[in-house]
């Protein structure tokens, strides 16, 4: 039997409308779903698909309409459960500019322990531990807000690792970050996830970082669309574009060129993948016209 960290049974969610307004339609519709602890997911959609408010239903933020949501068998509409269960699971939003309450970085990252009472020698290793583990130690002593959008995220995520949570689920925590910023970012999840064995949920809307990870959810009008390994999704383009979505920019251009004739395998994914594969293709050709 899987170890169950997530447990979504039959959850559904609406915003309240304003009073006297016609009630606003389901954004999560009898969501089934099941997180195994130490995966790695990534969850797809288009803007209102439902995935941001998945997030928010992770860790008791929101309540389901109906259904429940379980966090380590603890039910998120169990007041009395909230301090647990955001210790259990904590989320990572978009804009670190909103996550960040201190004007040192290492205040900043202590601040949710302080609030734990965590004994102050502990707070101290949590800190540093937490700075090593997202890149930014040797930053402890400077301002956030003079740091990039990359790095102001990165601490976001090093103060949510001090509270040492075992899943982190991440709302698109790259929207807002350059290239570079991404890819710090990014490096860092990844990371978290391989050396600590943490669950992860990565909630995006950028294909190419659902490439590398466990399981690749597709959210569309509040349900899940598909639900399957990167290879297995990105295997369905048709049902992708219905959803307002592309596959990922290597596996596109892959999918262009064996249309064009070039006989390359399935399932690549990365540029690093694509490349191999056309050197290996390049080489064969040269081999058999010397």
């Not at 195994?36 to 995935?51: D, P, Q, V, W």
């Not at 999840?189 to 597709?218: Q, S």
Request: charged share 25%.
């Amino acid at each position: 039997m899987q170890d169950v960290i997530l447990d979504f049974q039959d959850v559904s969610y609406r915003y309240a409308a304003d009073e006297g307004e016609t009630p606003l339609p389901l954004c999560v519709r009898h969501v089934n779903l099941q997180i195994e602890r130490g995966s790695f997911t990534a969850i797809l959609g288009h803007n209102g698909s439902g995935k941001s408010t998945l997030a928010k239903l992770s860790n008791s933020i929101l309540v389901p309409e109906s259904g429940r949501v379980l966090v380590n068998g603890m039910d998120t509409s169990d007041e009395d459960l909230a301090y647990d269960i955001r210790r259990t699971v904590g989320v990572v939003f978009q804009n670190p500019d909103n996550q960040i309450v201190a004007s040192i970085v290492e205040e900043d990252v202590a601040f949710g322990p302080e609030n734990l009472g965590v004994a102050p020698a502990e707070i101290r290793k949590r800190v540093d531990d937490a700075l090593k583990a997202v890149g930014m130690y040797e930053y402890r002593g400077h301002e956030p807000h003079k740091l990039s959008g990359g790095q102001k995220q990165r601490v976001a995520i090093a103060g949510m690792i001090a509270m040492l949570p075992e899943a982190l689920v991440l709302d698109e925590p790259t929207a807002m970050l350059d290239p570079q910023g991404r890819k710090e970012v990014l490096e860092t999840i990844h990371r978290l996830h391989r050396e600590r064995g943490m669950t992860v949920v990565l909630i995006t809307h950028f294909m190419e970082e659902a490439v590398d990870v466990d399981r690749v959810l597709v959210m569309d009008d509040g349900a899940i669309l598909l639900d399957g390994t990167p290879a297995d999704v990105f295997a369905k383009a048709d049902l992708l574009h219905k959803a307002g979505l592309e596959l990922p920019r290597a596996a596109k251009l892959a999918a262009d060129l064996r249309a064009a004739g070039a006989p390359l395998p399935e399932h690549l994914l990365t540029a690093q993948a694509l490349s191999d594969a056309l050197y290996d293709l390049l080489g064969e050709k040269t081999h058999a016209n010397p």
